[in-house]
């Protein structure tokens, strides 16, 4: 699929309050994130994975919570990164925000 | 550096109009664009890159172009993606538009 257009395409729901809708190449996954459950009173529980992750907070407001880093205030526009293996997660600070995750490589347990 | 607030950080202009800021780990490379010289009367001349790409349109509307596939209008939300080396462009419709671009591997002629 070369394009994802937006309004055309059917979410998955994650959980309750958080859809994601995704593209891919080869070695490069892209994934935008609907969060509708905020704001969270506390971080998820970190988490990992062997893939690098750069996001791009589109709308919203989060704190990014990254292992062995000071946690960052991020709103739209900002972007966070994540290296391969370590633990990390957010906390949604407004009652809606938009993330686009994009890994290398592809979440396979996505598809 | 894991976070890129994007009011903190300089942009580099790629020439006038067209601005980047930019955030990487080691395989991956994600690139905010903001155009301010749309909307332009046809498409950019198509190029290539042994990266594979996905891009976000963050805001703003343009036509994708890509190599042996029809033209796309895409607007805020959507999102394409480029196989390594394949030829493609975009033709910008609106005054302004951001596009938030991923590579794999990253760009080193960026850094």
Redesign the interface.
């Given at each position: 699929?070369?394009?994802?257009?937006?309004?055309e395409v059917k979410a998955t729901t994650v959980r309750e309050g958080v859809d994601r809708k995704l593209?891919?190449?080869?070695?490069?996954?892209?994934v935008?994130i609907d969060f509708t459950n905020g704001p969270w009173a506390e971080p998820e529980p970190t988490h990992s994975h062997v893939h690098?992750?750069?996001s791009?907070v589109?709308s919203g407001e989060i704190i990014?919570v990254?292992e062995g880093?000071p946690n960052?205030r991020?709103k739209a526009?900002?972007?966070?990164?994540?290296?391969?293996g370590k633990q990390h997660g957010i906390q949604l600070l407004t009652p809606t925000a938009r993330l686009?995750d994009?890994?290398?490589p592809i979440r396979a347990e996505f598809l």
């Open positions: 699929m070369a394009v994802l257009k937006f309004d593209i891919h190449t080869n070695n490069l996954m892209s935008v690098e992750q750069i791009y589109a990014f990254c880093e960052q991020l526009g900002d972007m966070f990164s994540v290296p391969s686009v994009n890994f290398n």
